[in-house]
């Protein structure tokens, strides 16, 4: 410390000021301490890899990465506590619940079947899911952003096995499968 003392003295004294040269007093003078910031946020390697995708496929356009970027980073931005606790974080939340509704209806008999349909609206997220649980097990998809919808319809074969119908289709393609899942 008392080698920046003698810098500062030093240059005090080389830009002709020995008036405050001579007034200032080394062993009185308190050292100077920085204040650490730990306010300002500091992006680490961990976040550039949340933000910035590496499963890159080849035929990928460049508008269509940076969408992802764009998409992953302001999703980063609205989940973190700050934003999810302001005003707009609380009004964004309540109207996500807001636009999740489910409706069942229960047959007369206690055999009968019940019919469930959920519907859930994530207007951030330009999403729309629909599912059905009753006779079968169906489910619709849209992706607004991707421009895709997804249709999944799923049967119970047997006591662990399901049959399941699905249809994927965008602005370039449809595919349709068929599956058959178990647990194991």
Request: charged share 25%.
């Amino acid at each position: 410390m008392r080698s920046w003392a003698s810098i500062l003295l030093l240059l005090l004294s080389f830009f002709h000021l020995p008036c405050l040269a001579s007034k200032l007093d080394l062993h009185s003078t308190k050292p100077l301490v920085i204040p650490r910031d730990n306010v300002t946020p500091r992006l680490t390697s961990k976040d550039v890899a949340e933000i910035i995708p590496t499963n890159i496929p080849k035929d990928e356009s460049t508008a269509s990465m940076m969408n992802r970027i764009a998409d992953r980073t302001f999703m980063r931005w609205f989940n973190s506590p700050s934003v999810r606790d302001s005003a707009f974080g609380r009004f964004a939340t309540q109207t996500e619940e807001n636009l999740k509704t489910d409706v069942v209806v229960e047959g007369e008999a206690p055999e009968d079947i019940s019919h469930k349909f959920s519907v859930r609206i994530e207007a951030f997220q330009a999403c729309a899911k629909l599912m059905y649980s009753g006779w079968l097990n169906a489910a619709v998809n849209y992706d607004a952003k991707a421009s895709q919808a997804d249709v999944q319809i799923t049967e119970k074969v047997l006591h662990d096995k399901d049959l399941t119908l699905s249809h994927k289709n965008n602005s370039d393609q449809g595919l349709s499968m068929i599956g058959l899942a178990w647990s194991w």
